[in-house]
């Protein structure tokens, strides 16, 4: 294992204290948490958002706190949910009075401990109402889940939902939307080699040199196949073929996002989404945004996935909201 590290059962902390370094206008550290909050929290008058989970996915979640999106996410152990308590103190240090809306990825302990967490704020006064992404098409049900499991598609309900409460939407208003989110975005990946999570020091899963693994996920847990590589325009036609084939996008305006998983080179993220917007073209599926980068990654997995979300005019306005967010400025 080869990681620039100083403690592998240190790696958690280390990297919280880095992101806190690198924007203290921006964001502060829950003390004795694994929470990462807005600098101003909690903000008056305003639904905070809080999410999370395991660390490894980074710029999720903690990139993706500012103004616009999130107010404070709270980061797990390597691939490891977050307890409930510590999600609990995120809900406390951001809530202001008029609620605070969770954005989970379904994976079971992340849909356990997030929902533990709401209870115990609910007890305490707090009211707290929450969405569960599930973006991905590749499979029904996982090792991880009950159910598909949310990736990429996860930021879209982050900027969404997060320029809803932003503008001064209710609880329930950016509950509806966050909903609206999830109804409307799917997603699917593949990957070119495994990854290596500090603490277990060898590669979570093998892969030959000209093999991928076609629909896993962010944690390398197995997809739909793995087959001989292809052309970046075979993976291309293969995942977002498959993504069309779960919500009927035709005559739709969408957004899309050509994701890396940690260590693909833009370039090669850069030729996949040539590919896809050809597909959507020939469809004639009209695309209002692209994003192309690492937005959910899996440590330094290389690979990618591919997300699409139908737009209306609400989605359009609020994914076109201002966003301080490091990894999402707008």
């Not at 829950?30 to 008058?45: F, H, Q, S």
């Not at 005019?313 to 076109?320: F, G, N, T, V």
């Amino acid at each position: 294992m080869k990681k620039i590290i100083n403690d592998p059962n240190q790696v958690v902390q280390d990297m919280l204290a880095g992101i806190v370094s690198a924007h203290p206008d921006d964001v502060k550290q829950v003390p004795n948490t694994t929470v990462i909050a807005r600098k101003d929290a909690p903000v008056a008058n305003k639904v905070a958002l809080v999410s999370g989970g395991g660390s490894g996915h980074e710029p999720a979640h903690a990139g993706y706190i500012g103004k616009g999106m999130l107010d404070a996410a709270v980061a797990g152990e390597v691939f490891t949910s977050p307890t409930p308590d510590q999600v609990h103190e995120a809900i406390k240090a951001v809530d202001s009075g008029n609620g605070v809306f969770l954005v989970i990825k379904n994976y079971t302990g992340d849909v356990m401990n997030f929902e533990m967490a709401a209870e115990m704020a609910a007890a305490e006064g707090i009211q707290v109402e929450q969405v569960v992404v599930n973006d991905d098409v590749a499979v029904e049900d996982s090792s991880f889940t009950t159910g598909r499991r949310g990736i990429a598609g996860t930021v879209f309900v982050h900027k969404i939902a997060g320029a809803k409460a932003e503008a001064g939407g209710s609880l329930e208003e950016v509950k509806g939307v966050a909903e609206k989110v999830v109804a409307n975005v799917r997603s699917m990946g593949m990957a070119l080699t495994p990854c290596t999570v500090p603490a277990a020091g060898k590669p979570s899963f093998t892969l030959e040199d000209n093999e991928m693994e076609v629909g896993m996920g962010i944690h390398g847990e197995p997809g739909i196949e793995r087959k001989v590589i292809s052309s970046a325009d075979a993976i291309a036609e293969e995942l977002t073929g498959k993504v069309l084939e779960d919500i009927d996008y035709s005559n739709s305006e969408v957004a899309v996002m050509v994701n890396g998983l940690g260590s693909t080179p833009e370039m090669e993220l850069y030729i996949l989404n040539n590919k896809v917007q050809q597909i959507l073209s020939d469809k004639g599926i009209n695309v209002y945004k692209t994003f192309v980068g690492e937005y959910m990654t899996s440590l330094e997995m290389a690979g990618c996935s591919v997300t699409l979300l139908k737009l209306d005019d609400e989605l359009k306005e609020l994914l076109d909201a201002p966003s301080s967010a490091p990894a999402f400025r707008k």
